[in-house]
């Protein structure tokens, strides 16, 4: 027992830290693939601190909220991504607007701000200001992930990094929905996915390319 | 007896140093399907050298046959630097980390000088790049252990490693992390590994610390290539000192006399691995992408130094 | 007797060129008064010593020769400055008794030693005076003779141009320190620097910050901080060797010593953002300056450039203590300023070595441009060697003295951790950083330099005939180099006089010996480092001689070699922002259009705050002049109707006030 309560304390208190870690690896990233991985690496983490308050809390309700984003966000979706990725042939390049080192430095950036956006609230409201800024952080490291890559893929990945973000705000804030959102927003989740991928073919198929950037040829 | 214990274990970064070069080697080469070249290949290749003669280009100086010595010296005396066996080290008490990253700087500068001795292309061209690497690298290496000496709130090696092995590995506070991957992004930097440079390179293109030795044989080779391996294995020492040292002796009993050196080649040979396994897996990056590397290692140092505001 | 020995010092200096016009006649005397200058540069140094070691305090009140206060006092910190005018005035005398000899004759070398001593005199002014109006006396005749120094080496229109820039922007900042002075005048009449004190205490915080911003110009400009600092490349290169030594290594100084005498004896430190102003300043210099240095290839415009990068890291240091002090930590603001002005002695002495190591490898080559040297070391072993001292000195490494001064300031930024409020906690470190940038790039510049000019194989005839210099040029420069070496291998002989000075300076208590130990470590490192050299050398190792490996081709010329701009090119790929030439590609086409007669590549380097700041600020005021000068009509009748006009405003004025 002692070994799963320390467990479940270092996974509450150093998951932030982790999360950061994967943001800052995803800004560097090159390849499609490793996205994927560490999005899902992203939710595994999540899916840890959430069992970790199902101990402490001892709710049924949170086992299964847990239950769901491994199923859904560390299977499911990641496996429904390489399988796009795969049947797609395209290039695995992220086809990013800033180098390396700029995308680093500004995710870092965004790290501070969302650090420095959360700390007066914290200190109110009481709560662990570590997630909360993590949440922050996911949010718009999504959004930054959604402007500066051009691949359709990257979009989808970006806004799955931002509803991560928003999924552990709500966790932090007021220790998760009610199991029936919960399962509503994992529908949707799973539902957009499905459909992002027909059209990502469609798409491919008259365009001959997921270039976003090249969407401004359709005005006028 | 503490003495005795700084003493040898400096003697031991310098004299094992050749044989974590010969393990990496090989642990690449099983990597890659090879069977690979015997783990004491590099003492061979060292007794070798030291046994030829020293050719000196025409239009050198006597700059050129000092630049090794001087590399080797102070290479060597960095060593002293670094807590391997028990948190304390030679030099470590009165020596700080700024003094021993600049006094790799003195070797790193004199071995660009006499590369530009020899009056070849090469020189000129190892040690130019050299120059880029180095000159980006320096600050995101300090950065990184300015951030770890601020929680130490000492600047001593001996004084961090002391502070880091007093506390919890399972606690450790994010500046680690940061600091930690930056420090790992420069040490492939420094020591020349692949993606930033290959050692085991002979073509013009992908050179950097080959361009710069090509013109030395002999002992001065000999001298260049112990030095190159020390740094490595002091690179290395200090990424386990001041990231994972538990294991050192804290105390003078026989069991924690016993348990260091253990601990230490233990680390060392993850290490190894690790770096085998970085080098197989991935491509030498193209010489106008490596600022691009170091910037992301700046990127996380400065975060590194940041956090230690915002942690306090 | 300190104090007789500064009279005379000051005497002699002044009447020198009474001296020379003595001497002139025979040609017996006439090396007469070059060592009579020596020798009191000798006397000002042991003044100098006795009173920074000592603490000796010495004054001189000369009120009785003109009409405003003009009085001479010498305390601790004044003692500083006046021993880094000595102390490197000396080696520079020492170097130009030769240099004269050998450039100039008759009238022009008796011009070129008496303004020489002027000059000399005025910086030693500048430094003792204890009246504003001494300062700015001897502020102003620094300009003027080292501008007469720069046009005895000849009036080309390029140069003049310099020269007319050089007064110009010494004149505004000199205008600058002047309206500093003016605005304690209500409270302290007389203008000397104790009643100025006193004013400073009870003075409003808007004026305080007036006065600041002014003298923060004022000697920013002086000293070389971006972006006042266009008239160091422009006016340091074409001066005489032994003028440009003094004029980077010395007279920069007094620019700090004029920015410390105000901002910490008068004031005694100032809000936080000033702190942070000066080291944004001095960042942004330390920055800029090595890499502009980074892509010259004449070396004195590289040395000058480099010099705007160590003003740089002296104002980070100056920047940090002000930072302390406004966080009420007077021992921490005491070890950044020691830093600083530790900084400051280390440049006088290792820029001057590299200054008149230049004049030594013009006089040897008649060129300074690097891409046409190579080899030196071969043919001129003693300022090889010494030339090499100066650049590990400069480039920080430990065992020289430049390496004592960044460490200080290292272990200064990281306690500034220490700070309350997250953002100057993370500041002061980050800092470090960028002095740990700015040292990276120094070293791959200095690399370049000493690499293409003195190793590898000569590229030019002149190159291949050097001899060496001179042997009192040697020796002068032997002097300063020893004098870095010292105080790398044992900086307590400068850090405690120091230490005692900024004490009493900022009014601050001593730090642990624990926590800055880096006096006591150096020794033992220095040891076993020459032990281990010593016991590889000691093995006998075969040396033979063989041509350099060329690929197989029969031998290889001095053009494969690699040049100046292609070792910097990968640093300037790196840092294009700062850059950005004006690149022409003009290609001539004989008959087809397939085969150029001739393609001429040009790139021209005005550095950005000429073309982005200084152009249009230039031709804004031009143009509002322009505009302005419509009022000048000529007719008569106009100007009475400005005369008319101006009547019935003050009229109107008047009914309603």
């Not at chain 3, 600041?212 to 002086?222: A, I, N, R, S």
């Not at chain 3, 085969?595 to 040009?602: C, E, G, N, T």
């Amino acid at each position: 027992m002692g070994l799963i309560e320390f467990a479940a304390a270092k996974a509450l208190a150093s998951s932030a830290v982790f999360l950061f870690i994967t943001l800052l690896m995803m800004a560097a990233a090159k390849r499609i693939s490793t996205c994927i991985i560490l999005f899902s690496t992203q939710s595994a983490i999540m899916a840890a601190e959430i069992l970790a308050l199902a101990y402490a809390g001892k709710s049924a309700e949170a086992y299964a909220v847990a239950a769901l984003v491994i199923v859904v966000k560390v299977v499911a979706i990641p496996y429904a991504l390489f399988r796009i990725v795969k049947d797609l042939k395209a290039s695995q390049d992220v086809a990013s607007s800033t180098t390396g080192a700029q995308s680093v430095f500004i995710m870092a950036g965004l790290i501070l701000l969302s650090f420095h956006v959360v700390v007066p609230y914290a200190k109110t409201l009481r709560l662990d200001e570590d997630l909360l800024a993590a949440a922050v952080a996911l949010l718009l490291a999504g959004a930054f992930l959604m402007v500066s890559r051009k691949k359709a893929l990257m979009q989808v990945i970006g806004l799955l990094v931002l509803e991560n973000g928003i999924f552990l705000a709500a966790l932090t804030t007021t220790y998760g929905m009610p199991l029936v959102i919960e399962i509503g927003i994992f529908f949707d989740l799973l539902m957009g996915v499905f459909l992002m991928g027909l059209f990502v073919f469609r798409i491919r198929d008259t365009f001959e390319h997921l270039d976003v950037s090249k969407l401004r040829r359709l005005r006028g | 007896m503490n003495l005795a214990l700084d003493v040898i274990q400096a003697l031991l970064l310098v004299a094992i140093a050749p044989l974590v070069r010969g393990v990496v080697a090989r642990v690449k080469a099983r990597i890659q399907n090879r069977r690979g070249a015997s783990v004491w290949r590099p003492y061979a290749d060292l007794l070798k050298l030291f046994r030829k003669q020293d050719l000196v280009p025409e239009t050198a100086s006597g700059l050129f046959r000092l630049a090794p010595v001087i590399l080797f010296a102070v290479t060597v005396t960095a060593a002293a630097f670094i807590p391997v066996l028990h948190p304390s080290a030679l030099f470590g008490a009165g020596g700080d980390f700024i003094l021993l990253v600049y006094l790799l700087a003195i070797g790193r500068f004199f071995l660009m000088l006499g590369a530009m001795d020899g009056g070849s292309s090469f020189g000129g061209m190892g040690a130019s790049r050299e120059a880029l690497v180095s000159a980006l690298a320096e600050a995101p290496l300090l950065l990184a252990l300015v951030s770890v000496a601020i929680l130490a709130h000492t600047v001593t090696m001996s004084g961090i490693v002391l502070s880091t092995v007093r506390q919890n590995p399972l606690h450790l506070s994010a500046v680690y992390g940061f600091a930690l991957g930056a420090m790992i992004l420069v040490a492939i930097a420094e020591t020349g590994r692949i993606p930033v440079d290959n050692p085991a390179t002979h073509l013009e293109l992908t050179m950097i610390h080959e361009a710069m030795v090509l013109e030395y044989s002999g002992p001065s080779l000999a001298l260049i290539e112990w030095a190159n391996a020390v740094k490595l294995a002091l690179i290395m020492a200090m990424l386990v000192g001041v990231f994972a040292p538990w294991g050192m002796a804290t105390s003078t009993s026989i069991a924690a006399l016993v348990l260091a050196p253990l601990a230490f080649v233990f680390k060392l040979a993850v290490l190894a691995v690790a770096i085998a396994v970085i080098e197989s897996s991935m491509a030498k990056l193209r010489m106008y992408l490596v600022p691009d590397f170091l910037g992301m290692a700046s990127a996380l140092a400065i975060l590194a130094v940041a956090f230690t505001a915002l942690m306090r | 007797m300190v104090q007789l020995a500064f009279n005379s010092f000051l005497t002699v200096l002044l009447l020198l060129p009474a001296a020379i016009l003595l001497c002139r006649r025979s040609s017996r005397t006439r090396a007469l008064p070059s060592l009579l200058f020596l020798l009191a540069l000798l006397v000002g140094t042991f003044v100098a010593g006795m009173s920074f070691w000592r603490g000796d305090r010495l004054a001189l009140d000369l009120s009785w020769l003109t009409l405003f206060p003009f009085a001479f006092a010498v305390d601790r910190l004044s003692a500083f400055f006046l021993l880094i005018i000595c102390a490197v005035g000396a080696p520079v005398a020492l170097f130009s008794i030769p240099y004269v000899e050998r450039h100039y004759s008759g009238t022009k070398a008796d011009w070129m030693w008496a303004l020489l001593s002027l000059f000399l005199l005025s910086m030693s002014l500048v430094v003792t005076a204890s009246t504003a109006f001494a300062f700015l006396f001897g502020w102003e005749l620094m300009t003027l003779f080292s501008a007469g120094l720069i046009v005895i080496d000849g009036d080309s229109e390029r140069r003049r141009h310099n020269i007319f820039i050089y007064l110009v922007m010494m004149h505004a900042g000199a205008a600058a320190v002047f309206a500093s002075f003016l605005l304690f005048l209500p409270h302290a009449p007389g203008l000397d620097f104790v009643s100025i004190r006193a004013a400073a205490a009870t003075m409003p915080a808007g004026l305080r910050t007036a006065v600041f911003l002014l003298f923060f110009v004022g000697f920013g400009t002086k000293a070389g901080i971006v972006p006042f600092h266009l008239w160091l490349p422009k006016a340091h290169p074409i001066a005489p060797s032994p003028v440009s030594a003094l004029m980077s290594a010395v007279m920069l100084k007094t620019a700090i010593y004029g920015f410390v005498r105000f901002a910490f004896d008068f004031f005694g430190g100032g809000p936080a953002w000033w702190g942070y102003l000066i080291m944004l300043a001095g960042a942004v210099t330390g920055v800029l300056g090595i890499l502009y240095a980074l892509t010259e290839h004449d070396l004195k415009r590289l040395l000058a450039y480099s010099s705007v990068e160590n003003i740089g890291i002296i104002y980070l240091g100056l920047g940090a203590a002000l930072v302390f002090m406004a966080n009420n930590s007077p021992a921490w603001a005491m070890v950044a300023l020691v830093a600083a002005l530790l900084h400051a002695l280390n440049h006088s002495l290792f820029k001057s070595l590299l200054f008149l190591g230049a004049g030594a490898v013009s006089d040897a080559t008649h060129t300074l441009d690097i891409e046409l040297l190579g080899g030196l070391l071969k043919r001129m072993r003693v300022t090889g060697t010494v030339f090499l001292i100066g650049c590990c000195s400069i480039i920080g490494l430990p065992l020289f003295n430049g390496f004592v001064g960044e460490w200080l300031m290292f272990r200064s930024f990281i306690a500034g951790s220490e700070l309350p409020g997250i953002a100057s906690a993370a500041i002061l470190p980050l800092m470090a950083g960028v002095l740990a940038l700015i040292g990276a790039i120094a070293a791959a510049c200095f690399a370049k330099l000493y690499g293409v000019a003195f190793l590898g194989r000569p590229r030019s005839i002149a190159a291949e005939h050097a001899t060496e210099v001179a042997t009192a040029m040697q020796a002068a420069m032997a002097v300063l180099a020893a004098a870095c070496v010292t105080i790398g291998l044992m900086p307590g002989i400068v850090l405690s006089p120091l230490t005692a000075m900024a004490q009493e300076l900022l009014h601050s208590s001593g730090l642990p010996e624990a926590e800055i130990p880096i006096a006591h470590t150096l020794p033992f490192i220095a040891a076993c480092i020459a032990v281990l050299v010593i016991a590889v050398t000691g093995f006998r190792r075969i040396k033979r001689i063989t041509p350099t490996w060329a690929c197989g081709l029969p031998t290889l010329s001095s053009r494969m070699q690699y040049s100046s701009a292609a070792f910097s090119k990968p640093l300037r790929k790196v840092f294009a922002r700062a850059y950005k030439p004006d690149r022409t590609v003009e290609v001539l086409y004989a008959n087809e259009p397939y085969f150029p007669q001739s393609i001429v590549y040009r790139s021209v380097r005005t550095t950005s705050f000429e073309k982005s700041l200084y152009r249009p600020a230039v031709d804004a005021i031009v143009g509002m002049a322009a505009r302005l000068r419509r009022l000048q009509t000529g007719n008569v009748q106009v100007y009475l109707l400005y005369i008319f006009l101006a009547l019935i405003a003050l009229l109107v004025f008047m009914r309603f006030v």
